[in-house]
Protein backbone atom coordinates (compact mmCIF):
# COMPACT_ATOMS: atom_id res chain seq x y z
CA UNK A 1 0.00 0.00 0.00
CA UNK A 2 0.94 3.68 -0.73
CA UNK A 3 -0.10 6.46 0.96
CA UNK A 4 0.83 8.60 3.88
CA UNK A 5 2.46 8.81 6.55
CA UNK A 6 5.69 8.53 3.86
CA UNK A 7 9.27 7.92 5.21
CA UNK A 8 12.30 10.10 3.24
CA UNK A 9 16.07 9.43 3.24
CA UNK A 10 18.75 11.48 2.20
CA UNK A 11 21.16 9.38 -0.31
CA UNK A 12 24.30 10.87 -2.17
CA UNK A 13 24.06 11.93 -5.64
CA UNK A 14 27.68 12.72 -6.25
CA UNK A 15 30.45 10.16 -4.68
CA UNK A 16 33.88 12.31 -3.66
CA UNK A 17 36.38 10.66 -4.87
CA UNK A 18 38.10 10.67 -1.72
CA UNK A 19 35.29 10.63 1.02
CA UNK A 20 38.10 11.05 3.82
CA UNK A 21 38.89 14.34 2.34
CA UNK A 22 35.33 16.01 3.35
CA UNK A 23 36.30 18.54 5.47
CA UNK A 24 33.25 18.54 8.00
CA UNK A 25 33.02 15.26 10.23
CA UNK A 26 28.89 15.26 9.84
CA UNK A 27 29.80 15.17 6.07
CA UNK A 28 31.90 12.26 6.31
CA UNK A 29 29.75 10.45 8.88
CA UNK A 30 26.40 10.80 6.49
CA UNK A 31 28.97 9.55 3.54
CA UNK A 32 29.63 6.40 5.94
CA UNK A 33 26.13 6.00 6.87
CA UNK A 34 25.87 5.46 2.65
CA UNK A 35 28.48 3.59 1.98
CA UNK A 36 27.32 0.96 4.84
CA UNK A 37 24.35 1.05 3.52
CA UNK A 38 25.69 0.17 -0.32
CA UNK A 39 27.61 -2.65 1.33
CA UNK A 40 24.70 -4.10 3.23
CA UNK A 41 22.25 -4.12 0.59
CA UNK A 42 25.34 -5.49 -2.26
CA UNK A 43 25.47 -2.35 -4.17
CA UNK A 44 29.07 -2.14 -3.54
CA UNK A 45 30.62 -5.82 -3.35
CA UNK A 46 33.43 -6.93 -1.28
CA UNK A 47 35.80 -9.30 -0.59
CA UNK A 48 35.24 -11.40 2.77
CA UNK A 49 38.52 -10.33 4.02
CA UNK A 50 37.83 -6.35 3.13
CA UNK A 51 34.10 -6.88 4.56
CA UNK A 52 35.49 -8.16 8.09
CA UNK A 53 37.70 -5.53 7.80
CA UNK A 54 35.16 -2.49 7.42
CA UNK A 55 32.28 -4.73 10.18
CA UNK A 56 35.03 -3.94 12.27
CA UNK A 57 35.39 -0.25 11.95
CA UNK A 58 31.57 -0.37 12.33
CA UNK A 59 31.29 -2.28 15.44
CA UNK A 60 34.07 -0.07 16.64
CA UNK A 61 32.23 3.25 15.61
CA UNK A 62 28.99 1.81 17.46
CA UNK A 63 30.26 -0.01 20.44
CA UNK A 64 34.21 1.44 21.05
CA UNK A 65 36.60 -0.45 22.43
CA UNK A 66 36.16 -4.25 23.03
CA UNK A 67 35.36 -4.75 26.86
CA UNK A 68 35.65 -8.78 27.15
CA UNK A 69 32.91 -8.09 30.30
CA UNK A 70 30.49 -6.38 27.84
CA UNK A 71 31.24 -7.77 24.73
CA UNK A 72 30.02 -11.41 24.94
CA UNK A 73 30.15 -13.95 22.75
CA UNK A 74 28.05 -13.57 19.74
CA UNK A 75 28.25 -9.74 20.04
CA UNK A 76 28.80 -9.08 16.19
CA UNK A 77 25.88 -11.37 15.62
CA UNK A 78 23.56 -8.43 16.83
CA UNK A 79 24.59 -6.45 13.63
CA UNK A 80 24.29 -6.89 9.95
CA UNK A 81 27.39 -6.16 7.31
CA UNK A 82 26.57 -7.97 4.50
CA UNK A 83 23.80 -9.91 2.52
CA UNK A 84 23.87 -13.73 3.37
CA UNK A 85 26.44 -12.66 6.29
CA UNK A 86 27.97 -15.86 7.85
CA UNK A 87 29.46 -16.60 11.21
CA UNK A 88 32.86 -17.40 9.62
CA UNK A 89 32.88 -13.21 8.77
CA UNK A 90 31.23 -12.19 11.83
CA UNK A 91 34.28 -14.35 13.76
CA UNK A 92 36.86 -12.44 12.04
CA UNK A 93 34.95 -9.01 12.06
CA UNK A 94 35.47 -9.62 16.24
CA UNK A 95 39.02 -11.00 16.06
CA UNK A 96 39.85 -7.31 13.72
CA UNK A 97 37.79 -5.39 16.43
CA UNK A 98 40.10 -6.21 19.64
CA UNK A 99 42.93 -4.52 17.90
CA UNK A 100 40.88 -1.07 17.07
CA UNK A 101 41.51 -0.06 20.68
CA UNK A 102 41.51 3.76 21.21
CA UNK A 103 39.58 4.29 18.12
CA UNK A 104 36.72 6.97 18.34
CA UNK A 105 34.04 6.96 16.35
CA UNK A 106 35.06 9.32 13.85
CA UNK A 107 38.68 7.74 13.04
CA UNK A 108 36.62 4.33 12.89
CA UNK A 109 34.55 6.05 10.05
CA UNK A 110 37.11 7.70 8.30
CA UNK A 111 39.31 4.44 8.10
CA UNK A 112 36.04 2.70 7.16
CA UNK A 113 35.68 5.38 4.01
CA UNK A 114 39.11 4.79 3.28
CA UNK A 115 38.81 1.10 2.88
CA UNK A 116 35.99 1.23 0.77
CA UNK A 117 37.04 4.32 -1.55
CA UNK A 118 39.44 1.45 -2.81
CA UNK A 119 36.57 -1.02 -3.89
CA UNK A 120 35.98 -1.12 -7.29
CA UNK A 121 32.48 -0.41 -7.19
CA UNK A 122 32.67 2.46 -5.12
CA UNK A 123 30.72 5.47 -6.46
CA UNK A 124 29.74 3.85 -9.69
CA UNK A 125 26.25 4.71 -11.16
CA UNK A 126 25.50 1.42 -13.53
CA UNK A 127 23.57 1.94 -16.25
CA UNK A 128 22.43 -0.99 -19.11
CA UNK A 129 22.79 -0.52 -22.89
CA UNK A 130 23.43 -2.29 -25.89
CA UNK A 131 26.09 -2.01 -28.67
CA UNK A 132 26.88 -3.77 -31.56
CA UNK A 133 24.95 -6.68 -32.95
CA UNK A 134 22.96 -5.96 -29.71
CA UNK A 135 25.67 -7.33 -27.06
CA UNK A 136 25.14 -5.91 -23.86
CA UNK A 137 27.16 -3.69 -22.41
CA UNK A 138 27.60 -1.35 -18.74
CA UNK A 139 28.44 1.89 -19.01
CA UNK A 140 29.27 3.24 -15.20
CA UNK A 141 29.55 6.66 -14.21
CA UNK A 142 32.25 7.62 -11.73
CA UNK A 143 34.20 10.98 -10.34
CA UNK A 144 36.53 10.38 -12.56
CA UNK A 145 35.11 9.18 -15.82
CA UNK A 146 33.17 6.59 -17.79
CA UNK A 147 33.87 3.03 -17.21
CA UNK A 148 32.24 0.30 -19.80
CA UNK A 149 31.76 -2.78 -19.18
CA UNK A 150 31.28 -6.06 -21.85
CA UNK A 151 30.82 -9.42 -21.43
CA UNK A 152 31.63 -9.37 -17.57
CA UNK A 153 34.91 -7.40 -17.99
CA UNK A 154 36.02 -3.98 -17.98
CA UNK A 155 37.05 -2.72 -21.57
CA UNK A 156 37.05 1.02 -21.44
CA UNK A 157 38.05 3.65 -19.25
CA UNK A 158 37.57 7.40 -20.05
CA UNK A 159 37.95 9.94 -18.47
CA UNK A 160 35.93 13.28 -17.80
CA UNK A 161 38.64 15.71 -19.20
CA UNK A 162 39.37 13.68 -22.92
CA UNK A 163 35.35 13.38 -23.15
CA UNK A 164 34.40 16.10 -25.58
CA UNK A 165 31.01 14.91 -26.20
CA UNK A 166 27.42 13.40 -25.03
CA UNK A 167 24.70 13.11 -26.85
CA UNK A 168 21.42 11.20 -27.51
CA UNK A 169 18.97 11.00 -30.47
CA UNK A 170 15.99 8.55 -29.33
CA UNK A 171 17.21 5.22 -27.72
CA UNK A 172 20.83 6.44 -29.60
CA UNK A 173 23.58 7.38 -27.07
CA UNK A 174 26.59 8.65 -28.25
CA UNK A 175 29.95 9.11 -25.77
CA UNK A 176 32.66 10.92 -28.41
CA UNK A 177 36.25 10.65 -26.67
CA UNK A 178 39.69 12.47 -27.75
CA UNK A 179 42.46 9.77 -27.91
CA UNK A 180 46.16 10.29 -27.25
CA UNK A 181 46.88 10.80 -30.99
CA UNK A 182 44.48 14.11 -30.41
CA UNK A 183 41.64 12.21 -32.95
CA UNK A 184 37.78 12.49 -31.76
CA UNK A 185 36.23 8.53 -31.95
CA UNK A 186 32.87 8.05 -31.35
CA UNK A 187 30.86 4.95 -29.27
CA UNK A 188 27.48 4.87 -29.69
CA UNK A 189 25.48 2.50 -27.76
CA UNK A 190 21.37 1.84 -27.59
CA UNK A 191 19.39 2.46 -24.72
CA UNK A 192 16.30 0.08 -23.88
CA UNK A 193 13.96 2.92 -24.39
CA UNK A 194 13.72 7.05 -25.18
CA UNK A 195 13.19 7.38 -21.69
CA UNK A 196 16.53 5.43 -20.00
CA UNK A 197 18.39 7.12 -22.69
CA UNK A 198 17.98 10.64 -22.07
CA UNK A 199 18.23 9.70 -18.01
CA UNK A 200 21.29 8.31 -19.30
CA UNK A 201 22.46 11.49 -21.09
CA UNK A 202 21.47 13.48 -17.57
CA UNK A 203 22.94 11.53 -15.49
CA UNK A 204 26.52 11.72 -17.60
CA UNK A 205 26.15 15.34 -18.36
CA UNK A 206 25.44 15.82 -14.07
CA UNK A 207 28.56 13.85 -13.52
CA UNK A 208 30.96 15.99 -15.81
CA UNK A 209 29.73 18.81 -14.50
CA UNK A 210 29.88 18.25 -11.05
CA UNK A 211 33.35 17.10 -11.11
CA UNK A 212 35.18 18.48 -13.95
CA UNK A 213 34.07 21.79 -14.92
CA UNK A 214 36.25 24.55 -14.12
CA UNK A 215 35.37 27.48 -11.85
CA UNK A 216 36.00 30.28 -14.33
CA UNK A 217 33.59 28.78 -16.99
CA UNK A 218 30.47 27.89 -14.18
CA UNK A 219 28.83 31.43 -15.45
CA UNK A 220 28.26 30.00 -18.80
CA UNK A 221 27.04 26.48 -18.58
CA UNK A 222 24.80 26.85 -21.05
CA UNK A 223 27.62 27.56 -23.75
CA UNK A 224 29.98 24.45 -22.15
CA UNK A 225 26.52 22.11 -21.93
CA UNK A 226 25.98 23.12 -25.92
CA UNK A 227 29.25 21.93 -26.86
CA UNK A 228 28.77 19.03 -24.92
CA UNK A 229 26.08 18.06 -26.91
CA UNK A 230 22.89 18.81 -24.34
CA UNK A 231 19.51 20.17 -25.09
CA UNK A 232 17.17 21.57 -22.51
CA UNK A 233 19.07 20.72 -19.67
CA UNK A 234 19.75 23.27 -16.77
CA UNK A 235 22.68 22.44 -14.38
CA UNK A 236 20.83 23.06 -10.76
CA UNK A 237 24.10 22.05 -8.46
CA UNK A 238 27.29 23.95 -7.56
CA UNK A 239 30.25 21.70 -8.71
CA UNK A 240 32.87 20.05 -6.51
CA UNK A 241 35.42 22.88 -7.38
CA UNK A 242 32.98 25.81 -6.64
CA UNK A 243 32.12 23.90 -2.82
CA UNK A 244 35.38 24.07 -2.40
CA UNK A 245 36.80 27.34 -3.67
CA UNK A 246 34.01 28.96 -1.87
CA UNK A 247 35.52 31.99 0.32
CA UNK A 248 31.70 32.43 1.71
CA UNK A 249 31.90 28.57 2.80
CA UNK A 250 34.55 28.50 5.90
CA UNK A 251 34.86 24.53 6.62
CA UNK A 252 34.35 22.69 9.43
CA UNK A 253 32.06 24.88 10.81
CA UNK A 254 32.03 25.73 14.71
CA UNK A 255 29.98 24.02 17.15
CA UNK A 256 29.00 21.10 15.71
CA UNK A 257 27.32 18.32 17.07
CA UNK A 258 26.77 14.93 15.39
CA UNK A 259 24.30 12.82 16.92
CA UNK A 260 25.16 9.37 16.22
CA UNK A 261 21.94 6.96 15.17
CA UNK A 262 22.49 3.14 16.51
CA UNK A 263 22.16 0.28 13.67
CA UNK A 264 19.39 -2.16 14.15
CA UNK A 265 20.34 -4.89 15.69
CA UNK A 266 19.14 -8.91 15.63
CA UNK A 267 19.12 -11.74 18.43
CA UNK A 268 22.13 -12.70 19.04
CA UNK A 269 23.70 -16.19 17.29
CA UNK A 270 22.68 -18.43 20.17
CA UNK A 271 20.80 -21.92 20.14
CA UNK A 272 17.16 -20.09 21.73
CA UNK A 273 17.02 -17.76 18.73
CA UNK A 274 18.93 -19.64 15.99
CA UNK A 275 17.85 -22.58 13.68
CA UNK A 276 19.82 -25.33 14.46
CA UNK A 277 21.43 -27.54 12.02
CA UNK A 278 22.75 -30.68 13.16
CA UNK A 279 25.96 -31.74 10.93
CA UNK A 280 27.01 -35.65 9.42
CA UNK A 281 29.84 -37.13 9.96
CA UNK A 282 32.78 -37.35 12.11
CA UNK A 283 30.99 -34.30 14.00
CA UNK A 284 27.73 -35.80 14.15
CA UNK A 285 26.00 -34.78 17.54
CA UNK A 286 27.18 -31.02 17.16
CA UNK A 287 25.00 -27.70 16.62
CA UNK A 288 26.13 -25.57 14.31
CA UNK A 289 23.48 -22.26 15.13
CA UNK A 290 22.86 -20.04 11.98
CA UNK A 291 21.63 -16.19 12.91
CA UNK A 292 18.13 -15.35 11.76
CA UNK A 293 18.27 -13.90 8.29
CA UNK A 294 17.71 -9.32 8.44
CA UNK A 295 14.73 -7.89 7.06
CA UNK A 296 15.50 -5.77 3.97
CA UNK A 297 14.16 -2.39 5.13
CA UNK A 298 13.16 -1.25 0.99
CA UNK A 299 10.09 -1.75 -0.79
CA UNK A 300 9.79 -2.62 -4.14
CA UNK A 301 8.78 0.54 -5.81
CA UNK A 302 5.81 -0.25 -8.14
CA UNK A 303 6.61 2.58 -11.45
CA UNK A 304 8.95 0.48 -13.26
CA UNK A 305 9.06 3.23 -16.01
CA UNK A 306 9.93 6.14 -13.57
CA UNK A 307 13.96 6.24 -14.53
CA UNK A 308 15.20 6.97 -10.73
CA UNK A 309 13.28 3.39 -10.74
CA UNK A 310 15.57 2.41 -12.86
CA UNK A 311 18.42 3.69 -12.08
CA UNK A 312 18.24 2.23 -8.76
CA UNK A 313 17.87 -1.36 -9.88
CA UNK A 314 20.74 -0.93 -12.30
CA UNK A 315 22.79 0.45 -9.66
CA UNK A 316 22.56 -3.18 -8.56
CA UNK A 317 22.90 -5.61 -11.12
CA UNK A 318 24.45 -8.38 -8.57
CA UNK A 319 20.66 -8.34 -6.60
CA UNK A 320 18.96 -10.81 -6.88
CA UNK A 321 15.33 -9.29 -7.98
CA UNK A 322 17.80 -7.05 -10.11
CA UNK A 323 16.84 -6.81 -13.63
CA UNK A 324 17.05 -9.82 -16.37
CA UNK A 325 19.59 -9.82 -19.23
CA UNK A 326 21.41 -11.95 -21.83
CA UNK A 327 23.97 -12.00 -19.10
CA UNK A 328 23.48 -13.52 -15.94
CA UNK A 329 24.45 -10.68 -13.77
CA UNK A 330 25.59 -12.48 -10.31
CA UNK A 331 28.19 -14.35 -12.20
CA UNK A 332 29.07 -10.60 -14.18
CA UNK A 333 29.55 -9.04 -10.81
CA UNK A 334 31.42 -12.13 -9.30
CA UNK A 335 34.03 -12.38 -12.60
CA UNK A 336 35.25 -8.65 -11.82
CA UNK A 337 35.38 -8.74 -8.03
CA UNK A 338 36.77 -12.00 -7.71
CA UNK A 339 39.60 -11.99 -5.26
Same mark, same amino acid.
Given at each position: NTGPPYTLYFGIKFYAEDPCKLKEEITRYQFFLQVKQDVLQGRLPCPVNTAAQLGAYVI /??????? =?? *??? #? $?????????? &???????? =???????? +?? %????????? @?????? $????? %????????? *???????????? #???????YKNKKQVGKYFWPRITKVHFKETQFELRVLGKDCNETSFFFEARNKITCKHLWKCCVEHHTFFRVPENESNSLSRKFSKFGSIGYKHRYRTSLQMTRD????????????????SKTYPKRTQQTGNQITTNGENEGTT? !? !? $? &?? &? @?????? %???????? #??????? $? &??????? /?? +? !??????? =?? !????
Open positions: /QSELGDY =DP *YKH #T $AGYVSEYRFV &PDQKEELE =DAIERIHK +TL %MGQVPAEAE @VNYLGV $AKSLE %MYGVDLHPV *YGENKSEYFLGL #TPIGVVVPSVQLPRPDQRIERSRK !I !I $A &PS &P @VKSFKK %MKNENNPE #TQRSKTS $A &PWEENGP /QS +T !IPLHKFV =DH !IFAP
